[in-house]
């Protein structure tokens, strides 16, 4: 069984530019989360959708922003890139997003010059 | 709200030796616990969860985790470590059922040394 696929890896943009993320979950999982990870804050929850739909969300500004498929496929837009936003974007799904098990992919690295 | 302590950014400890990674949480709310390991350069994969019952939960290779609700706390330990389990570990907690997110620990950077 494939993991979650996570697209692109490594990407670098410059202030005021806005970043598209895109995020294939395990087949067959219909939870999929988002969380940014810096050194300094550590893991944050950004967003988590299920079947479309989005159930919860955390702490950031309206500029993060997320949708999901109806193939559960998931992508994450960050507008108007700010230097701090500069970090390593993990996705993860897992089947219902009950339990908070989660598989995670390897990330997007994005770094905002 | 929760919040997970992980009370050691850092462990350093020789090969073979006995390792303990802190973690205490606090919730006002029956919680499922977590513990999560990061490679370098990868995205995090699960290491053992508590979700109920038994609050001694091991995973496949070798680490075990004790929940005490009394102390609120869910200690991650290995009575040998590899150079291989050089890794971050994070701990982390979850509500369940409506809330469907993980509040996670700053990490513990266990380096093994030869």
């Known amino acids: 069984k494939a993991g979650v696929t996570q697209t692109p890896r490594y990407l670098i943009k410059t202030r005021g530019q806005q970043v598209t993320l895109s995020c294939s979950p395990i087949?067959?999982?219909?939870?999929v989360s988002w969380y940014q990870q810096t050194p300094g804050q550590g893991l944050q929850f950004l967003f988590e959708?299920?079947?479309?739909?989005?159930?919860n969300k955390g702490n950031f500004p309206g500029r993060f922003s997320g949708r999901q498929f109806s193939n559960s496929r998931s992508e994450m837009n960050v507008s108007t890139l700010e230097l701090g936003d500069s970090a390593l974007y993990l996705c993860?799904?897992?089947?219902?997003?009950?339990?908070?098990?989660?598989?995670f992919g390897e990330g997007s690295r994005l770094t905002v010059l | 709200a929760q919040s997970v302590t992980q009370l050691d950014s850092q462990v350093p400890v020789f090969e073979e030796a006995p390792v303990e990674l802190r973690c205490n949480y606090s919730?006002?709310?029956?919680?499922?616990l977590f513990w999560y390991v990061q490679y370098p350069n990868q995205g995090l994969q699960l290491l053992l969860k508590?979700?109920?019952?038994?609050?001694l939960v091991e995973s496949i290779n070798g680490f075990e985790a004790e929940f005490n609700k009394s102390q609120t706390s869910f200690h991650l330990r290995k009575p040998s470590v590899h150079i291989s389990d050089t890794a971050e570990y994070f701990c982390?907690?979850?509500?369940?059922?409506?809330?469907?997110?993980?509040?996670f620990g700053k990490g513990t950077l266990l380096t093994v040394n030869p």
């Open positions: 993860a799904s897992s089947p219902f997003g009950e339990d908070g098990e989660l598989f």
């Open positions: 087949s067959g999982h219909r939870s």
């Open positions: 959708y299920f079947s479309e739909t989005q159930r």
């Open positions: 919730s006002s709310v029956s919680v499922y």
């Open positions: 508590y979700l109920s019952g038994s609050t």
């Open positions: 982390a907690v979850s509500s369940g059922g409506s809330n469907y997110k993980l509040t």
